[in-house]
């Protein structure tokens, strides 16, 4: 099968008999003659049947008119309605039609101005212009300014004071309601959040403090306890002041040869009160004596004797480059 023989197999359909019969017709009486009836998107229905009715093409209405002459018929198409504009017609409206805009927004820019001329002003008892604020208007000082502004702020807190005595009763504190519209008390929600801020701070206050150990509990009681006696004390401190020499007494030198005369001992009682250990140990880097229930057996990673290795060893060498600079 070939294309063009497919083409008017599955597309193209045969002319009615009617329509054959028509041209034949046309043919019969004197030449055949091919309207133009398909160019316009009529159908054999409207040629055969309703001729003279109008159609619409792009906005402007066409009427089909019929007619004959000797030996052959032709269709004439009559426009009807009012044709489009030009591009010059379309300008100038649209032209016209801004200049209406313009002039309209000027027209209530000039009425809004007017309404504003006549609206009151504010005047006093004593017809002087006043601002909103209360200041006078014109040239003043800060002074006056301030004093007009204080006493326009007064006069307004003695009216709201004079409408809240003339409702008594009914000027009430704002009711709040849950969502089952129950009453909140709420002096009592600000008493129960109140407490359980401060039990939120104290139970963070003895976390901290149970982290710490004993020793720096102890001293923390102790600055607390100078704090207070700190508020009798007098400001200036001789050197027969009894309490400021025992205090120096107490503290611990290493290279003091007199400590053990001038110290008071403790009886092996630690800063907590807990008894110490009273044999020989390795010192540590806090000064720390074990207690009184050790063994005497040292269980640690050895880090406490290398720390004070290296502390020597370091100001070993910071003196030996020290002499080494004296002797060049």
């Given at each position: 099968m070939s294309l063009a023989d497919y083409l008017a197999k599955n597309y193209l359909?045969?002319?009615?008999?009617?329509?054959?019969?028509?041209?034949?017709?046309?043919?019969?009486?004197?030449?055949?003659?091919?309207?133009d009836d398909d160019n316009l998107g009529w159908t054999e229905k409207a040629d055969e049947g309703d001729e003279d009715a109008p159609m619409i093409v792009g906005g402007g209405t066409l009427k089909k008119s019929k007619k004959?002459?000797?030996?052959?018929?032709?269709?004439?198409?009559?426009?009807?309605?009012?044709?489009?504009?030009?591009?010059?017609?379309?300008?100038?409206?649209?032209?016209?039609?801004?200049?209406?805009?313009?002039?309209g927004t000027a027209a209530d820019r000039q009425k809004a101005a007017e309404e504003e001329d006549e609206a009151p002003e504010m005047v006093d008892t004593e017809g002087v212009l006043r601002m909103a604020s209360g200041a006078k208007a014109g040239l003043q000082s800060a002074a006056e300014v301030a004093a007009d502004v204080k006493q326009k702020q007064d006069e307004e807190k003695r009216k709201a004071a004079e409408v809240v005595k003339e409702m008594g009763n009914t000027a009430q504190e704002t009711?709040?309601?849950?969502?089952?519209?129950?009453i909140i008390n709420v002096a009592m929600k600000r008493a129960e959040a109140r407490k359980k801020a401060e039990d939120e701070e104290r139970k963070k206050l003895e976390k901290e403090k149970a982290a710490r150990g004993d020793v720096q509990n102890a001293e923390a009681t102790r600055r607390k306890q100078q704090l207070q006696d700190a508020k009798t004390m007098t400001v200036a401190r001789h050197a027969d002041d009894a309490e400021m020499n025992d205090e120096l007494k107490e503290r611990s030198q290493w290279n003091d040869p007199a400590a053990g005369f001038l110290r008071k001992k403790k009886a092996g009682r630690s800063i907590t009160g807990k008894p110490l250990y009273q044999g020989a140990f390795q010192p540590n880097r806090y000064g720390i004596r074990p207690g009184h229930r050790w063994d005497g057996v040292d269980r640690g990673n050895g880090f406490e004797s290398q720390w004070f290795n290296s502390r020597n060893k370091k100001a070993n060498i910071e003196k030996l480059e020290y002499q080494w600079q004296m002797d060049e």
């Open positions: 359909t045969a002319d009615s008999e009617k329509k054959s019969k028509k041209r034949k017709r046309k043919h019969r009486d004197g030449g055949l003659t091919i309207d004959k002459s000797k030996g052959t018929s032709a269709a004439i198409w009559t426009a009807v309605g009012v044709a489009a504009p030009s591009h010059a017609e379309q300008l100038a409206a649209d032209a016209a039609a801004a200049d209406a805009i313009i002039a009711i709040y309601r849950d969502a089952s519209g129950r």
